[in-house]
């Protein structure tokens, strides 16, 4: 286990430093992330700078996961977990290229991203069935459910799109999704703390941190969908493959609240022309904006970016550990 903490640790500063050479090439080549005009006016200083960087947290991962892989002794999970994040970190890159090809803040449409999101869930079922087979524990008790193969596909089929967009919906402020993913692989490692866990777990954890330094407010690179995408995949397969999926609404507590404020507020305005929130994803409700044309039914705050981020990653904290509460680990 001392080379996995070694490699973890290692992949922080290695991670940091990739990003920062990556970051500045990208402002060389005048290349960044595109802001839409619907989003906070504030946000407008963000635009130009560089993104993707989820590829190089990715890249990391994977290479770090494959050199301690034969020695973890859960070969088929790792293959499940390491093509899971590689799929979805594919789809992720697409939009990314396209956005950046079309200078435009929206690349797939949400239809394609549902439609390649299925195919890969599909993919995966049918490639890794001794995995995803596996019986799943149920929060607050001591059952064990083995689902049949139909519930099955549907648990996984869910799990992957609801996690990797709602990962992706919360990629909206400096550091958030970052530091949310590593709450969240936390929560998960506690859940099932074994040898193998730790192998596919902690250089993910030590890359994202290098991440979030390069991350942190004000932003010099952003994850982008191929980071969301990705990274929300990994998430739900290790959940997948260790039967902790129904475990996945508490500990990524906050993705249900941020992918729930976007389904209420399309709702709720579709059927009765009212806005329940200011925006949403649910973080811009509770942004600072210069915006006065927006009078929603929930009472909007003001707080400054920085101050929205570090609380939803309090409330985060709260949710893991609920989820481990839940099973049993507290």
């Known amino acids: 286990m001392t080379a996995v903490f070694l490699l973890s640790i290692a992949l922080a500063p290695l991670t940091a430093f990739a990003c920062f050479g990556f970051a500045r090439s990208m402002r060389n080549r005048g290349i960044g992330q595109q802001i839409r005009e619907l989003g906070p006016r504030g946000h407008a200083t963000k635009a130009g700078t560089p993104t993707t960087g989820g590829l190089l947290v990715l890249s990391g991962w994977a290479i770090a996961v494959l050199s301690l892989g034969p020695t973890a002794g859960w070969a088929r999970p790792i293959a499940f977990v390491l093509a899971a994040g590689v799929v979805h970190g594919a789809i992720g890159l697409l939009d ?5 090809r079309r200078l435009r803040s929206l690349g797939l449409s949400a239809g394609w991203k549902i439609l390649l999101g299925s195919a890969a869930a599909v993919a995966l079922f049918f490639a890794f069935p001794d995995v995803v087979s ?5 929060p607050f008790s001591s059952i064990v459910l083995t689902l049949p193969p139909v519930a099955t596909f549907a648990l996984v089929w869910i799990g992957l799109l609801a996690t990797t967009n709602s990962l992706n919906l919360a990629d909206g402020l400096d550091g958030l999704a970052g530091g949310l993913a ?10 099932s703390p074994s040898r193998a866990n730790l192998t ?3 250089p993910l954890i030590g ?4 991440f979030l330094w390069m991350n942190a407010h004000p932003a010099q690179i952003f994850l982008g969908d191929v980071g969301s ?3 929300g995949a990994i998430v739900a397969a290790l959940a997948l493959a260790n039967g902790t999926a129904f475990f996945l609404p508490l500990v990524a507590g906050v993705l249900v609240l941020e992918a729930g404020s976007v389904i209420l507020q399309v709702s709720v305005y579709r059927i009765a022309k009212v806005r329940l929130f200011k925006m949403s994803p649910l973080h811009h409700h509770f942004e600072r904006s210069s915006r006065t044309d927006v009078h929603p039914l929930i009472p909007a705050f003001e707080w400054p970016e920085t101050q929205v981020t570090v609380r939803f990653l309090l409330v985060e904290s709260l949710f893991v550990g609920l989820a481990l509460w839940a099973g049993g680990t507290l």
């Not at 596996?134 to 149920?138: K, L, T």
């Not at 590593?182 to 859940?191: F, K, R, S």
């Not at 890359?207 to 290098?210: D, E």
């Open 96 to 100: 990314d290229f396209r956005s950046l």
């Open 182 to 191: 590593v709450l969240i692989l936390i929560g998960l490692l506690a859940l």
């Open 207 to 210: 890359a994202l941190l290098g």
């Open 229 to 231: 995408f990705g990274v």
């Open 134 to 138: 596996v019986s799943q524990r149920i």
């Open 200 to 202: 596919a777990t902690l």
